[in-house]
T-cell receptor, first 109, second 116 residues
Framework: AQRVTQPEKLLSVFKGAPVELKCNYS??????LFWYVQYSRQRLQLLLR??SRESIKGFTADLNKGETSFHLKKPFAQEEDSAMYYC???????????FGTGTQLKVEL | NAGVMQNPRHLVRRRGQEARLRCSPM?????VYWYRQLPEEGLKFMVY????????ESGMPKERFSAEFPKEGPSILRIQQVVRGDSAAYFC??????????????FGQGTRLTVV
């Protein structure tokens, strides 16, 4: 069965420090992975998808099939990056997203 | 476009009552997804619907839970005879076509159900 694991419930970093939010997945098919973000009192929104190989708000994520990982990275954290981050895997023939439990990122001054 | 609208935002029900959660998708979106988030857990897929059709209900509990997306009006997630374990945040998402690698699903702000 498919599974997404985000081992850290809370990650606290100082402003300007590098950030890495971990995500590992388990899936027998070809994985399609996403990162979603939820800022305080806002709705969940798509941050980036691996297929686009894009950088959004300075964040990047590389799919590593050997390690079954899709870690989210940013070289220099900003205060406005503080939010809840969810890693998600598209399964079910493209119909459903399987989410991890999320990591709360707190950027301190 | 107001985005995906869910109401109510908060719902309190006594054990044994019915809970009805509504989701109005974004304009032009005909695909709706429901997710449930229990405390300390990730979002769990429940059901995927298109207008008047249930496409995938593999995440729905076998009893007491039902969902519909009529031709007119919002999608409804109905929970009959609620129990304390149903207390959770229920999120709805919509997309213009089936969510895939190139199709973004947009989420509502959720309905927080509390069963007392």
């Amino acid at each position: 069965a498919q599974r997404v694991t985000q081992p850290e419930k809370l990650l606290s970093v100082f402003k300007g420090a590098p950030v890495e939010l971990k995500c590992n997945y388990s899936y027998s098919g070809s994985p399609e992975l996403f990162w979603y973000v939820q800022y305080s009192r806002q709705r969940l929104q798509l941050l980036l998808r691996h297929i686009s190989r894009e950088s959004i708000k300075g964040f990047t994520a590389d799919l590593n099939k050997g390690e079954t990982s899709f870690h989210l990275k940013k070289p220099f954290a900003q205060e406005e990056d503080s939010a809840m981050y969810y890693c998600a895997l598209l399964t079910g023939g493209g119909n459903k997203l399987t989410f991890g439990t999320g990591t709360q990122l707190k950027v301190e001054l | 476009n107001a985005g995906v609208m869910q109401n109510p935002r908060h719902l309190v029900r006594r054990r044994g009552q019915e809970a009805r959660l509504r989701c109005s998708p974004m304009k032009g979106h005909s695909h709706v997804y429901w997710y449930r988030q229990l405390p300390e857990e990730g979002l769990k897929f429940m059901v995927y619907l298109q207008k008047e059709n249930i496409i995938d209900e593999s995440g729905m509990p076998k009893e007491r839970f039902s969902a519909e997306f009529p031709k007119e009006g919002p999608s409804i997630l109905r929970i009959q005879q609620v129990v304390r374990g149903d207390s959770a945040a229920y999120f709805c998402a919509s997309s213009p076509q089936g969510a895939g690698v190139n199709t973004e699903a947009f989420f509502g702000q959720g309905t927080r159900l509390t069963v007392v």
